[in-house]
C-alpha cells in the first residue's frame, strides 16, 4: 500500500477511536472524573506493558526524570478537565474546543521553545480564538465551568505537547509512554480512591473499553506521523468533528447550529494554516 495512503488511513482510524473514547465516556452513568482518569492511567500502563516485557528493566531509563513527572502532571489535569467539557458539552462542541490546542501551542511555542512565530501564525491564531467566541454561541451557550474545562484541557494538552517534544530530544517513545502510565496513575489513585465502587457491569465494560481506545488512538496517530508530515496529515485528523457531530446526533439527540459551524470553520482553519506554515519554515531553515 502507498505510504501516503496508509497514513491517511490511520490518522481516519486514529480520530475514529479518539472520538470513540469520548462517546463512551459521554454514555457512561455516574462514574467520578477521578475513576475515569484513573482508568485511563491504568489503560496506558496496560498498553505499554508488552512493550516493557520485552525491552525489559531498560525501558525505565530516562535522563529527563524531572521533565516525565511534569508530563504526567500535565496528563493528570489534562485528561481530567477533558472529560468535564465532554461529559457536559455535546460531543461537537467539546470537540471543537479540544482543536484550539494548536492556538495555545502557537502562543507558548516562543517564550517556551524559542521559536520564531511571525506575524500570520500569530493573526491566525487570533483567527482561531475568534472562532471559540462563535464556538460559545454568544447569549446562548452558558460561559459556565465545562466550557472553560474544555479550553483549559486545550492549553494543558499545548503544555504536554511541548514537554513532549523536549522528552523526544533525549528519550524512546515506549519510555515517555511508560512513564505518563505510572504517574498518572500514581498521581491519580489518590483523588480517586474514595469514590471507587462498583458501578456496574455496563460502567465497568464502558471504562475498559475507554481505558484502552486513548492509548489505541494515540499509537495509531504516531504510526501515522512516522509514514507522512504532519501538515500532509493535519487536515485529515479533523474529520474527528464529522464523527463527533454523527454520534452526538444519533446517540444523544444533540443540534448542530450555525455558530457551531462557523467557529468550527474558523478554529480548524486556522489550525490546518499555522501547522502548515510551520512545516513550511522547518523545511525552509532545513
Known amino acids: 500500500m502507498n505510504p501516503m495512503l496508509r497514513a491517511v488511513l490511520l490518522a481516519i482510524a486514529a480520530a475514529f477511536l479518539f472520538n470513540l473514547e469520548t462517546t ?28 516493557l516485557l520485552a525491552t525489559g528493566p531498560d525501558l525505565f531509563r530516562t535522563r529527563q526524570m524531572p521533565m516525565q513527572a511534569l508530563r504526567g502532571l500535565l496528563s493528570i489535569i489534562c485528561w481530567g478537565l477533558y472529560y468535564i467539557g465532554f461529559l457536559h458539552l455535546t460531543l461537537a462542541t467539546a470537540t471543537v474546543l479540544a482543536f484550539t490546542s494548536v492556538l495555545f501551542i502557537t502562543a507558548l511555542a516562543g517564550p517556551l521553545l ?74 491519580t489513585l489518590p483523588f480517586a480512591w474514595g469514590g471507587l465502587a462498583w458501578h456496574g457491569w455496563e460502567n465497568s465494560l464502558l471504562l475498559a ?65 499555522i501547522t502548515k506554515r510551520g512545516a513550511a519554515k522547518a523545511r525552509a531553515a532545513g
Open 24 to 51: 463512551l465516556v459521554k454514555l457512561m452513568d455516574g462514574v467520578p472524573v477521578a475513576t475515569i482518569v484513573l482508568a485511563r492511567s491504568i489503560g496506558q500502563l496496560a498498553w505499554v506493558a508488552p512493550l
Open 209 to 273: 473499553a475507554m481505558a484502552l481506545l486513548g492509548p489505541a488512538g494515540m499509537h495509531l496517530w504516531i504510526t501515522s506521523l512516522r509514514l507522512a508530515d504532519a501538515s500532509a496529515l493535519a487536515p485529515i485528523s479533523y474529520v474527528r468533528l464529522v464523527f463527533a457531530a454523527t454520534a452526538g446526533v444519533v446517540l444523544f439527540n444533540e443540534a448542530i447550529d450555525g455558530w457551531l459551524i462557523a467557529g468550527a470553520t474558523l478554529i480548524i482553519g486556522s489550525a490546518i494554516y
Open 114 to 187: 524559542g521559536e520564531q512565530v511571525g506575524w500570520r501564525r500569530w493573526s491566525a491564531t487570533l483567527v482561531g480564538f475568534a472562532g471559540v467566541l462563535l464556538v460559545a454561541r454568544p447569549g446562548t451557550l452558558q460561559i459556565g465551568w465545562p466550557l472553560l474545562a474544555s479550553l483549559l484541557s486545550a492549553l494543558f494538552s499545548a503544555g504536554i505537547a511541548i514537554t513532549t517534544r523536549k522528552l523526544a530530544r533525549t528519550e524512546r517513545t515506549g519510555t515517555i509512554m511508560l512513564y505518563i502510565g505510572l504517574f498518572t496513575t500514581a498521581g
